[in-house]
């Protein structure tokens, strides 16, 4: 719990991801969330075995993409520190996109989609600040980190998934 408290300051861009404990411990447990509310918002769109691969596979790619930054950066030593920050804040704010993804699949309220835009805002602007943070660039290059971060995720996840599975 306490080091929650630690890393819960990444999300309102007040902590440094470097400056915050190095846990194996807590960055399994973000790793298995994440992969477990990834999982639950992928088998409510798609078949379940091809959320399964999605999902592993998108993973993995962000735990690959985190570590050929962090070794460019000749910073390998900060992997579980930046990938718990990654993982941390994707998950906060992913608490906060299941229930409103369920709000806008029901309801298709206007303010459904435009909190579900603010929430995207905010998760790629916490991924912009983390890696600002680490790599010690300014916000126009931790955002554009932040987009080659999302695209290599998220995109490369998809496009190899539609191109294995179909």
Same mark, same amino acid.
């Given at each position: 719990?306490?080091?929650?408290?630690?890393?819960?300051?990444?999300?309102?861009?007040?902590?440094?991801?470097?400056?915050?404990?190095?846990?194996?411990?807590?960055?399994?447990?973000?790793?298995?969330?994440?992969?477990?509310?990834?999982?639950?918002?992928? $088998?409510?769109?798609? +078949?379940?075995? +091809?959320?399964?691969? +999605?999902?592993? =596979?998108?993973?993995?790619?962000t735990?690959?993409?985190?570590?050929?930054?962090?070794?460019?950066?000749?910073?390998?030593?900060?992997?579980?520190?930046?990938?718990s920050? $990654?993982?941390?804040?994707?998950?906060?704010?992913?608490?906060?996109?299941?229930?409103?993804?369920?709000?806008?699949?029901?309801?298709?309220?206007?303010?459904?989609?435009?909190?579900?835009?603010?929430l995207?805002?905010?998760?790629?602007?916490?991924?912009?600040?983390?890696?600002?943070?680490?790599?010690? $660039?300014?916000?126009?290059a931790?955002?554009?980190?932040?987009?080659?971060?999302?695209?290599?995720?998220?995109?490369?996840?998809?496009?190899?998934?539609? =191109?294995?599975?179909?």
């Open positions: 719990m306490d080091t929650l408290k630690q890393y819960l300051p990444l999300c309102w861009f007040t902590a440094n991801p470097l400056d915050l404990p190095r846990s194996v411990r807590f960055f399994r447990l973000n790793l298995l969330f994440y992969f477990i509310v990834e999982l639950f918002i992928q $088998i409510n769109m798609i +078949e379940y075995f +091809e959320a399964i691969f +999605e999902v592993t =596979l998108e993973t993995g790619l735990l690959v993409f985190v570590g050929l930054v962090v070794l460019l950066n000749k910073s390998g030593h900060s992997f579980i520190q930046v990938s920050a $990654i993982l941390f804040c994707e998950n906060v704010v992913a608490v906060v996109v299941v229930p409103t993804m369920i709000w806008l699949t029901i309801t298709e309220d206007e303010l459904s989609y435009v909190t579900m835009a603010f995207m805002l905010w998760d790629f602007s916490l991924v912009a600040y983390v890696y600002k943070k680490t790599l010690g $660039i300014n916000t126009a931790g955002a554009v980190v932040s987009l080659f971060y999302f695209t290599c995720t998220y995109g490369f996840a998809y496009g190899i998934t539609s =191109l294995i599975i179909g």
